[in-house]
Every structure is written in structure tokens, then in C-alpha cells.
């Protein structure tokens, strides 16, 4: 037997109710800011996320899916692919090959859609996992930089996470500087790494020479005494960075979004600059960031683009739905009426019935002529179907249908024009 691939998996029935309601409330959220869709390819240069999302980082040096395509000729070698492990990558690559700094204002897009990470799969970790994600970009005179934009965007997370009815969710929120500071901070860090780093695993030794910030990403539990006593970044911000942020916080508290400071979140993703965040949540054990997100302010350059600041974030949709209160079975929506089609001639009857129902937003299962009545009760039953309507010879004479509500057995004769409303009714 073929099974799915490690790492991904079906979406089955009932439970896409689930990812269905999340998704509905995400796009009603979004519109209300103003977020556009925006649909990249999931298939995309490998360069670009080398360039972006860092070769130093997790996601590009050890969990790509990526391969060397056939060239056109046969003996020729092609371009490198990637299964896009992120959208924020995509997205700034879209934004400088469509010229959409030529659009007025920033650009605000949203995305739903699969990623693709090769990690070790367990509890809300996959391989192929899904996002769903904006980001506000534009040029720095449409007010991309401003910490308004950073502001709106984690109000409108908090707006979403509330809506969804997700409790708990704790915002935490850190600075990682700018271009201008990071090399003095580069230079404290490497310095304070000195001492230890022998000590330290294989990753974070060439973490400490190649991209320090990097040892921050580390797990190994025997280096976290030592990450813990490295400098903080808060001390190293320069002041347009400290400003940005300090009225990141302002607005955020004049809104009422709860937050927790905390210098040691750096992200794993090598784009960031200025504010950077995770929302958390208890439920979730290992892999508890439900979302993750930040500033990419120089990203736009590093693509080969015009300065275009931009914030954004990603939901991990997968964790979302694990924390979501609302059950699979209580979204998904059951069948109005089963239609009983009775005796031979009795489909193409029940099938005039079912579209008229459908045009009432109903929601109608079709039976079969060849089933006995008793069948088709027992099938209306265990489909949770609220209403059996039978359509026999008789009742398509009299131009009016038996109903029977299943939950009470109750059974009455209703002329066809009425029906639609009755089964509304109740
Ligand atoms: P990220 O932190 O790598 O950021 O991913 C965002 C979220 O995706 C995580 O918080 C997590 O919920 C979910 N996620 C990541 N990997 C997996 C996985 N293997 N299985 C299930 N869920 C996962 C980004 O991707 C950035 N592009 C976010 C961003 C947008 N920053 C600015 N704009």
C-alpha cells in the first residue's frame, strides 16, 4: 500500500471544518485592514531563500526540499528548486519583479497556503505544514517603517487570536536592531563567545564565526547556560531602533495588547531587523509558537529591489487549529434532508426536489430508487441528517412530500412550495 509521505498528511473530513472556519475568520480579519490575497508559486529559486531566509539558518542549510532540475537540453543540468519553506521570501520577490512599489501605499497581502520544512515530525511539526501570513511592504515615504504599521499588525493578530477564541496566547516582543547596529552587537557577542565556545556544539562553533546571532536558534540543552549569559541586544540598539521600538510599545499598550519582553528572541530566519515576535501558547508543549513574525527592512535590497520596508508575520495553521476550542463535529454541517426517492422512476422526481432545496441554501443527500425505505432511514440517520423527505409516485402526484423530522419521528404532508421553509423552520 502507498502510504502519504513522512511528515505531511491528509485533511480529512470532518476536521477541514476546522481549517475552514480559521481560514474564513482569518479573511474577514484581513479585509478589515485592508490585506489583499496574494498567491506565490510553492516552487521557487533556491537562491532566493539562500539570499533572504539566510544560509547560516536552520531552514535553509538542513531542512530544504531542494533539487537540481533537468536542463532543457537531456544532458544538460538545470536551475535549482525549492519547495518554498516560507512565504515572506516569495512575497518580497513577487513585490520587486511586479513593480508593486508603483502601487500607491503599502502593500498589504495576505497568504494561506503550504510550506515545506524536511524536520523531524512530531506534535504540531510537519513537513509540509500550512501558514497563514501577511505582510505590510512598501516604499519608506508610504509610511512602511513606521511603528504605526508594526502596531496595526500585532492589533490585528491579537483581533484574530481573540475572535478564533483562542485564550492564552502570550505576545512576546524584542528589537533585533538594524543594519546599524547589529556589527557592534556582532562584535560583543563573538567576544563574549571567546571563553565558551569550545564548549559549545558543532553548530554554534561555526555559528560564533560565521553568524553569531545564529547561536540564539540553538536547542542543545547543555549550551543554553552559557546562551543565557551572552549580551542582551536591548543594550546595543542604536537610537532610531530604540525609538522605533519604544513607540512600537506605546501604541501597543494605549491599544491594550498585552505583551512580555524578551532579548533573547532573535527568530530563526536571518531578514529581521528592529521588532521581531512570537505569540505562544500554553497548550502546545514543545512546539508552542502558534506565529512568528517581524520587520525586513533592508530584505527588498538584498532581492536586488528598491528600499521597501516591510512587516509581516506567519500563523502556523496546523498549531492554531490544535489550540482552537471549537470541535471538528460541531463545525462541520450535517445534511438539512435526506431526499428518499421511492420506487422505480423515483430518481429523476428526488433529483427536481434536491436542486429546488439547493437554491434554498439547503443542505441535501440523495438516495437511490432501488433503496427500501427502512435503508434509506437508517442512512438519513446515521448521516445526522435532520429531515427525511420521501418522494414516492404518490406524493409527486399530490404534488406533496411526506417529512419526517428524525429526532421526534414526527412525520406530516407538505406541498412542495412549502417545504424549503419548513425544513428552515427547524
Ligand atoms: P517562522 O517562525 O519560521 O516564520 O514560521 C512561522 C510559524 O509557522 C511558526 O511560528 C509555526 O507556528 C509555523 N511552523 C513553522 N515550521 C513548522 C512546521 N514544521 N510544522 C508546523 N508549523 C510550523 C516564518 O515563516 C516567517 N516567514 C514569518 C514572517 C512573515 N516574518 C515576516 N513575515
Request: charged residues 25%.
Amino acid at each position: 500500500m502507498i502510504k502519504s509521505v513522512r511528515g505531511t498528511r491528509d485533511l480529512l473530513p470532518p476536521d477541514t471544518a476546522q481549517w475552514n472556519f480559521v481560514e474564513a475568520a482569518a479573511r474577514d480579519v484581513f479585509r478589515t485592514y485592508n490585506f489583499q490575497e496574494i498567491r506565490t508559486p510553492v516552487l521557487e529559486d533556491l537562491s532566493l531563500f539562500q539570499r533572504s531566509v539566510g544560509e547560516e539558518t536552520d531552514i535553509v542549510s538542513k531542512e530544504m526540499f531542494a533539487w537540481q532540475d533537468r536542463g532543457r537540453a537531456e544532458s544538460e543540468k538545470g536551475q535549482w528548486l525549492a519547495l518554498r519553506p516560507e512565504n515572506t521570501a516569495g512575497t518580497v520577490r513577487a513585490y520587486i519583479e511586479h513593480k508593486l512599489w508603483e502601487r500607491p501605499g503599502v502593500q498589504k497581502l495576505f497568504y494561506i497556503g503550504p510550506q515545506f520544512r524536511r524536520e523531524r515530525p512530531q506534535k504540531g511539526r510537519y513537513r509540509q505544514f500550512y501558514q497563514i501570513g501577511a505582510e505590510a511592504i512598501g516604499p519608506p515615504a508610504a509610511g512602511s517603517e513606521s511603528p504605526a504599521r508594526d502596531a496595526e499588525v500585532l492589533e490585528m493578530l491579537a483581533t484574530l487570536l481573540d475572535r478564533l477564541g483562542i485564550q492564552d496566547w502570550t505576545l512576546q516582543l524584542n528589537s533585533v536592531g538594524c543594519a546599524n547596529d547589529r556589527p557592534r552587537y556582532h562584535q560583543a557577542l563573538r567576544a563574549a563567545l571567546v571563553p565558551a565556545v569550545a564548549k559549545m556544539c558543532d553548530d554554534c562553533q561555526r555559528r560564533a564565526v560565521t553568524n553569531p546571532l545564529r547561536v540564539f536558534d540553538c536547542k542543545v540543552p547543555e549550551d543554553q547556560p552559557i546562551i543565557a549569559k551572552l549580551p542582551s541586544i536591548a543594550d546595543y540598539l542604536d537610537d532610531s531602533c530604540r525609538t522605533h521600538f519604544t513607540e512600537v510599545q506605546r501604541i501597543l499598550t494605549a491599544l491594550s495588547v498585552p505583551f512580555v519582553l524578551n532579548d533573547r528572541l532573535v527568530r530563526g530566519l536571518d531578514y529581521y531587523e528592529r521588532t521581531a515576535f512570537e505569540f505562544t501558547h500554553g497548550s502546545l508543549g514543545a512546539q508552542n509558537a502558534i506565529l512568528g513574525g517581524g520587520r525586513y527592512d533592508g530584505l527588498s535590497e538584498t532581492l536586488g529591489g528598491p528600499r521597501a520596508p516591510g512587516i509581516g508575520f506567519a500563523i502556523g495553521e496546523d498549531r492554531l487549529i490544535l489550540s482552537l476550542k471549537e470541535t471538528a463535529e460541531a463545525l462541520a454541517k450535517k445534511p438539512d434532508a435526506y431526499l428518499a426517492p421511492l420506487g422505480p422512476g423515483m430518481n429523476a422526481e428526488a433529483a427536481k426536489l434536491a436542486r429546488d432545496l439547493r437554491h434554498h441554501d439547503l443542505i441535501i443527500e440523495l438516495g437511490d430508487e432501488s433503496f427500501r425505505l427502512k435503508k434509506s432511514l437508517e442512512t438519513a440517520s446515521k448521516i445526522g441528517a435532520r429531515y427525511v423527505v420521501i418522494v414516492g409516485e404518490n406524493e409527486v402526484k399530490a404534488d406533496a412530500f411526506a417529512l419526517k423530522k428524525l429526532s421526534t419521528g414526527e412525520q406530516v404532508t407538505v406541498p412542495r412550495a412549502e417545504l424549503a421553509a419548513r425544513i428552515l423552520s427547524a
